[in-house]
């Protein structure tokens, strides 16, 4: 949602930018990986493994909304 949004108050189109897919899809496998680590006894190296994908996947996606946010609108508009 929060990429749709971005997009969309920062006049661009509109469209799901493959670095939102690596995003969308590295939160979902950092998430199993820290259920199986509960299901584990909270095993560190599941765990590790969930902080590292979350980071790995989550900040190129940061980075990505982060130059949107500090640049004007593209479309000219105001906001």
Known sequence: MVTRVTHGHSGRPLYFPVVAWIAFVGMQTAAL?????GVHY???ALLLASAIIFVACFAPWML???AI???ARIDGKAG
């Open 33 to 37: 990986a820290r259920i199986a680590a």
């Open 42 to 44: 909270e095993s560190p």
């Open 64 to 66: 990505h909304n982060g």
């Open 69 to 71: 946010y500090l640049q």
